[in-house]
């Protein structure tokens, strides 16, 4: 079974500075996706930035990037200039068949 | 467009009462799949279905039924609640991505459901 492991329950930043969230993976296949989801506390699954396996470049969406190491299995979000609406949980995840594979989360707390 | 749409959003019963949480979806998307979302536990799957007439078991499918007798439906039944059923559940849709895997989820906006 595929296995998705977010290593930091929970993370803090102060505004304006950067934070990456952890995010390692199993898989055995070799095409895929790899997602970030932000869930605020309104409970909505809000897509973050989406990942190619197949794609060496890491994946960028304004202040979101990713880390993608695919030999290390590794998938980590970088938040550059932290904003109090970044606070959430946010969820790890990759395509295990016909659904998603998630992690257990890490909550983001941002300081003024 | 809607998008995801899940009714209700809130809903008490009580130990052994059976109810069904309404999932419909107005993008055409083939995929269509529900979720529980526990404290500490993340998201995990309970049904999943491909298309109209096809669905199969998540990773955790215990007490729970789903049919997918149109593209846009996917009702998810909880046949006879228990209060380890206590949870928010989310329904979402998506297109075939890479190798027909699925690509991004597009979800509903939750539903909590508390047993007593």
């Known amino acids: 079974a595929q296995t998705v492991t977010q290593s930091q329950p929970e993370m803090s930043v102060q505004e304006a500075e950067t934070v990456t969230l952890s995010c390692t993976y199993d898989t055995s296949e070799s095409d895929y996706y790899l997602f970030w989801y932000k869930q605020p506390p309104s409970r909505q699954m809000i897509l973050v930035i989406r990942?190619?396996?197949?794609?060496?470049q890491n994946a960028t969406e304004n202040r979101f990037s990713v880390n993608f190491q695919k030999a290390a299995k590794s998938f980590s979000l970088k938040i550059s200039d932290s904003q109090l609406g970044d606070a959430a949980m946010y969820f790890c995840?990759?395509?295990?068949?016909?659904?998603?594979?998630f992690g257990k989360g890490t909550s983001l707390l941002v300081t003024p | 467009n809607a998008g995801v749409t899940q009714t209700p959003k809130f809903q008490v019963l009580k130990t052994g009462q059976s109810m069904t949480l309404q999932c419909a979806q107005d993008?055409?998307?083939?995929?269509m799949s529900w979720y529980r979302q526990d404290p500490g536990m993340g998201l995990r799957l309970i049904h999943y279905s491909v298309g109209a007439g096809i669905t199969d078991q998540g990773e955790v499918p215990n007490g729970y039924n789903v049919s997918r007798s149109t593209t846009e439906d996917f009702p998810l039944r909880l046949l006879s609640a228990a209060p380890s059923q206590t949870s928010v559940y989310f329904c979402a849709s998506s297109k075939p991505g890479l190798a027909g895997r699925t690509g991004e989820l597009f979800f509903g906006e939750g539903s909590r459901l508390t047993v007593l």
């Open positions: 995840a990759t395509n295990s068949g016909y659904a998603l594979n």
């Open positions: 990942q190619e396996a197949y794609k060496q």
């Open positions: 993008m055409n998307h083939e995929y």
